[in-house]
């Protein structure tokens, strides 16, 4: 389980170092970070596939994803008795994410190429503008210690530590542009990467189903078993009757009871076409997929998705109470509990109502809810209530 997230440098996530739990809620007004902490756990989630690089491109490059106010915010500044202005700066052009958990811990840190400064044999690239891996660490434990460290990064050279504690030097040399949880899979001389590498990947994220009229989940489809849905939902029939054959059907039923009560989903086949159909009290019909509402859809797919038969390490969604009638929120918080006790998970969410929720449903399951509150102090995110000697330790290393 993570335990600790940190995030420097990235958009208005100046300097953040959260506490993660089971299941944890981050909340706060609109333009408080939310979204800005949601995007850092994927790019996370990137690097161990060897695309931060492209995903920060996508989001405008490394400039326009940094930090935009000044270097160093005096307390003086917060107070208001000085104004706002940036400095020369001091420090290297840096976006760094990481997080520690029970067993290992993981840093990235980001920044752009030197100036002149080319690779043997090349003078110029049309890519100077890419960001570049400067130093990117993994250790044992709840932080990073000198002494913890299992492998290091810097530049294009990687250190691995072997049994007897000594450092060796990877023949593998490495890319800027190229992670070591992607290409340094070595079982025999770096198992914890290998093993940290499978973790992240398995790492699942839900921030939006289509439930227009055109939406994939709508419509009947070829199914097969379906352990986990698909991003788009096309396989929502198949993956509901894969939950009823092999996963916690007792979960499914009491949420959807909750949610629509008296009401069933049936799933009808023909010649391996999967369908979804929602039968409710005083109709004499059941509805298809294509007839339900836009939140009646919603909810079923993230009912079929968060008690999915093969849960992740850890599952990540952001504002699922979009598009839901408040009615249905305490059926998202039992939901949402009911699948912490399977994995971790992360909600991030700006909806008091859907907060109240997981907390009622957190004390009636026996399950502890970590609910984080963000504020914006002068455009950088702060934690409510977190003072700097109260947050998780958390120490970076140096490039």
Same mark, same amino acid.
């Given at each position: 389980?993570?335990?600790?997230?940190?995030?420097?440098?990235?958009?208005?996530?100046? &300097?953040?170092?959260?506490?993660?739990?089971?299941?944890?809620?981050?909340?706060?007004?609109?333009?408080?970070?939310?979204?800005?902490?949601?995007?850092?756990?994927?790019?996370?989630?990137?690097?161990?596939?060897?695309?931060?690089?492209?995903?920060?491109?996508?989001?405008?490059?490394?400039?326009?994803?940094?930090?935009?106010?000044?270097?160093?915010?005096?307390?003086?500044?917060?107070?208001?008795?000085?104004?706002?202005?940036?400095?020369?700066?001091?420090?290297?052009?840096?976006?760094?994410?990481?997080?520690?958990?029970?067993?290992?811990?993981?840093?990235? &840190?980001?920044?752009?190429?030197?100036?002149?400064?080319?690779?043997?044999?090349?003078?110029?690239?049309?890519?100077?503008?890419?960001?570049?891996?400067?130093?990117?660490?993994?250790?044992?434990?709840?932080?990073?210690?000198?002494?913890?460290?299992?492998?290091?990064?810097?530049?294009?050279?990687?250190?691995?530590?072997?049994?007897?504690?000594?450092?060796?030097?990877?023949?593998?040399?490495?890319?800027?542009?190229?992670?070591?949880?992607?290409?340094?899979?070595?079982?025999?001389?770096?198992?914890?990467?290998? +093993?940290?590498?499978?973790?992240?990947?398995?790492?699942?994220?839900?921030?939006?189903?289509?439930?227009?009229?055109?939406?994939?989940?709508?419509?009947?489809?070829?199914?097969?078993?379906?352990?986990?849905?698909?991003?788009?939902?096309?396989?929502?029939?198949?993956?509901?009757?894969?939950?009823?054959?092999?996963?916690?059907?007792?979960?499914?039923?009491?949420?959807?009871?909750?949610?629509?009560?008296?009401?069933?989903?049936?799933?009808?086949?023909?010649?391996?076409?999967?369908?979804?159909?929602?039968?409710?009290?005083?109709?004499?019909?059941?509805?298809? +997929?294509? =007839?339900?509402?836009?939140?009646?859809?919603?909810?079923?797919?993230?009912?079929? +998705?968060?008690?999915?038969?093969?849960?992740?390490?850890?599952?990540?969604?952001?504002?699922?109470?979009?598009?839901?009638?408040?009615?249905?929120?305490?059926?998202?918080?039992?939901?949402?509990? +009911?699948?912490?006790?399977?994995?971790?998970?992360?909600?991030?969410?700006?909806?008091?109502?859907?907060?109240?929720?997981?907390?009622?449903?957190?004390?009636?399951?026996?399950?502890?809810?970590?609910?984080?509150?963000?504020?914006?102090?002068?455009?950088?995110?702060?934690? =409510?209530?977190?003072?700097?000697?109260?947050?998780?330790?958390?120490?970076?290393?140096?490039?």
């Amino acid at each position: 389980m993570l335990t600790t997230l940190a995030v420097e440098g990235y958009r208005s996530l100046r &300097d953040v170092v959260l506490p993660l739990g089971s299941l944890t809620a981050v909340t706060g007004p609109n333009g408080s970070g939310k979204s800005n902490l949601y995007r850092a756990l994927r790019l996370l989630a990137e690097a161990s596939r060897n695309g931060a690089v492209a995903a920060l491109a996508r989001e405008g490059g490394l400039p326009s994803t940094l930090w935009a106010g000044p270097e160093k915010v005096s307390p003086r500044m917060l107070s208001g008795e000085d104004p706002v202005q940036g400095t020369r700066r001091t420090g290297p052009v840096s976006l760094r994410l990481g997080f520690a958990s029970d067993d290992f811990g993981y840093a990235l &840190d980001l920044g752009l190429p030197v100036p002149g400064l080319a690779p043997p044999g090349r003078r110029t690239s049309a890519f100077d503008l890419d960001p570049e891996i400067k130093r990117e660490t993994t250790w044992s434990g709840p932080m990073a210690r000198p002494a913890a460290m299992l492998t290091d990064r810097r530049g294009a050279v990687v250190r691995v530590r072997d049994d007897q504690g000594a450092w060796q030097v990877s023949g593998h040399r490495l890319q800027p542009f190229d992670s070591m949880l992607s290409e340094l899979s070595d079982p025999a001389n770096a198992p914890e990467v290998l +093993a940290l590498r499978e973790r992240i990947r398995s790492w699942r994220f839900y921030d939006h189903f289509r439930t227009d009229p055109d939406a994939p989940a709508r419509r009947p489809s070829i199914g097969t078993r379906t352990p986990v849905l698909g991003h788009d939902g096309s396989d929502l029939a198949a993956a509901w009757q894969t939950i009823l054959e092999v996963g916690d059907r007792e979960t499914l039923h009491e949420v959807l009871d909750l949610a629509f009560p008296g009401s069933t989903v049936e799933i009808r086949t023909h010649e391996g076409v999967f369908s979804l159909a929602l039968r409710q009290p005083g109709m004499l019909r059941p509805l298809s +997929a294509a =007839e339900l509402s836009d939140g009646t859809l919603r909810f079923l797919l993230l009912l079929t +998705a968060l008690l999915t038969p093969r849960p992740p390490e850890l599952m990540v969604v952001n504002e699922p109470e979009s598009s839901l009638h408040p009615d249905l929120l305490p059926a998202l918080g039992r939901l949402v509990v +009911a699948t912490s006790a399977r994995t971790q998970v992360v909600v991030v969410t700006h909806s008091a109502p859907l907060l109240a929720a997981l907390a009622a449903a957190g004390e009636q399951g026996g399950r502890e809810l970590t609910a984080t509150v963000l504020r914006k102090d002068l455009g950088q995110t702060a934690v =409510e209530g977190q003072t700097r000697f109260g947050r998780p330790a958390w120490s970076w290393p140096s490039r």
